[in-house]
């Protein structure tokens, strides 16, 4: 049985989100679990996502999932802005709210390293040829 969506096609926090993980060479998106994801051959970022313990809560319901490079995540978690997100968690993701007023710099910044831990090499050195 297929997941019923879990965002808004029009949201506009989406749309942001889908701009800057989309002008990454190579990527796409694809709706997993209910949720946007976007990947070149592995998910580097994922619009929404739950609280563990707590599926009926919407708190990441407007959040951008990241792989963070090992050596920032302590840094990252020390912040109280990024919190573990259900499922992608354990696997080493952080989430970050985008409801109020997020840094869009960071949010890209976030987003490219999460990319480059993901992309392979080829699509990595494309980035860097571009100059990101």
């Given at each position: 049985m297929?997941?019923?969506p879990r965002?808004?096609?029009d949201d506009p926090l989406l749309a942001r989100v889908r701009?800057?993980?989309l002008a990454l060479p190579g990527a796409s998106?694809?709706?997993s679990h209910g949720r946007p994801n976007?990947?070149?051959k592995r998910v580097f970022a994922i619009f929404?996502?739950?609280?563990?313990?707590d599926h009926a809560s919407d708190a990441l319901g407007q959040a951008v999932l990241v792989l963070p490079d090992e050596?920032?995540?302590?840094a990252l978690l020390a912040d109280g802005r990024f919190v573990v997100p259900g499922y992608e968690g354990a696997y080493g993701w952080l989430a970050l709210d985008l409801?109020?007023?997020p840094d869009w710099t960071e949010v890209a910044e976030l987003v490219e390293s999460s990319y480059r831990l993901t992309a392979p090499a080829r699509l990595v050195a494309e980035l860097d040829a571009r100059g990101g």
């Open positions: 297929a997941h019923p965002y808004r096609d701009d800057i993980a998106e694809k709706v976007f990947f070149t929404g996502g739950v609280v563990k313990g050596a920032e995540r302590p409801r109020g007023e």
